[in-house]
């Protein structure tokens, strides 16, 4: 059974930075997609940045050029490093997972999820 923990969420100041964590359990498939989503009060969830085991990077529009996803194989671990955090940063942010390649950073498409971290810009 696949399980997602994210640890690394907190608050911060308005162009400061935060990494967070994903640590994945469970997952025997070969190939697989990863992602970090986020979800403010009130607003759909979105997709922030995935990755695959093929190599293919996908990042949100709103975050490009300040967020960083990266993985560590060896520990089973997906990152997120997030920089220049603006206020509209503030969500909850959630680490899922699918089979195969990152064909999307839509919510809908991932069947995996973790529990979520919380992140809190302040201005």
């Known amino acids: 059974q696949v399980q997602l923990v994210e640890s690394g969420g907190g608050s911060v100041q308005a162009g400061g930075s935060l990494r967070l964590s994903c640590a994945a359990s469970?997952?025997?498939?070969?190939?697989?997609?990863m992602g970090w989503f986020r979800q403010a009060p009130g607003k759909v969830r979105e997709g922030v940045a995935a990755?695959?085991?093929?190599?293919?990077?996908r990042y949100a529009d709103s975050v490009k050029g300040r967020f960083i996803i990266s993985q560590d194989n060896a520990k089973n671990t997906l990152y997120l490093q997030m920089n220049s955090l603006k206020p509209e940063d503030t969500a909850m942010y959630y680490c899922?997972?699918?089979?195969?390649?990152?064909?999307?950073?839509?919510?809908?498409?991932?069947?995996?999820w973790g529990q979520g971290t919380p992140v809190t810009v302040s201005s």
């Open positions: 990755t695959d085991t093929y190599g293919t990077t």
């Open positions: 899922a997972a699918e089979v195969g390649g990152c064909y999307t950073i839509l919510a809908q498409y991932y069947n995996y």
């Open positions: 469970g997952y025997t498939y070969s190939s697989y997609c």
